[in-house]
Structures are given as C-alpha cells and as structure tokens.
C-alpha cells in the first residue's frame, strides 16, 4: 500500500501562486507515475499534470503554462507549482501514484488539499 498526504493548499488572491506537495509513504516501489488531479464543485476530477518516476511529464490544457510538477524521488514527494492562479482554478487537488501511463490515474490517491481562488 501507499499512502500520499498533500499539503500547501489555501487561499490565494487571483495572480497569486501556492507550492503544493505529496509526501508519499510505504510501498514507495509502487508509485510510479504520479500526478496531481483537480475537481472543482460540480465537476468531474480531471488532470493537471503528471510526471513520471524517470523524469517526463505531461501538462494538459488545463493549467499548462501556469504550472509546474516535479518530484524528489530521493525524498519520495512530488509538487505542484501553482502560478498566475485564476478564480477557476478553485478546486480540491489530489495527488495520485501508481499510474502505468501518464493520462490515466493509478490506485493511490491522497485526502486532497483545497485551493481557492478569491480576492
């Protein structure tokens, strides 16, 4: 089993930006892939970036160019560098491991930390 724990969500004014991390914890060999995911009130959790255990990432349309994943498989975290944040990008992130590709998640997901977008 795995366990992910994320940290670094909160409030934030439009254009600011928040750092988020996923610390990751026992069968560390099964994590993989890891990405984080988002899923505002009323919709569907969709991805925002993942990034593989050798490095590789993919950024969807979502909030590419306005973040950054990478992660510290040395440490057994990933983060997500949030930029340039939008009222929209309000959601619940959740980080994901175990994935066998880049687009589809894996077993493991976290508790998932808040984010919202507000002057």
């Known amino acids: 089993q795995v366990q992910l724990v994320e940290s670094g969500g909160g409030l934030v004014e439009p254009g600011g930006s928040l750092r988020l991390t996923c610390a990751a914890s026992g069968s560390i060999f099964n994590l993989r892939t890891m990405g984080w995911y988002r899923q505002a009130p009323g919709k569907q959790r969709e991805l925002v970036a993942s990034?593989?255990?050798?490095?590789?990432?993919l950024y969807t349309d979502s909030m590419k160019d306005r973040c950054t994943i990478s992660r510290d498989n040395a440490k057994n975290t990933m983060y997500l560098q949030l930029d340039s944040l939008k009222p929209e990008d309000t959601a619940v992130y959740y980080c994901n491991a175990g994935a066998h590709q880049m687009w589809s998640p894996g077993a493991y997901w976290g508790q998932g930390t808040q984010v919202t977008v507000s002057s």
């Open positions: 990034v593989s255990n050798s490095g590789p990432t």
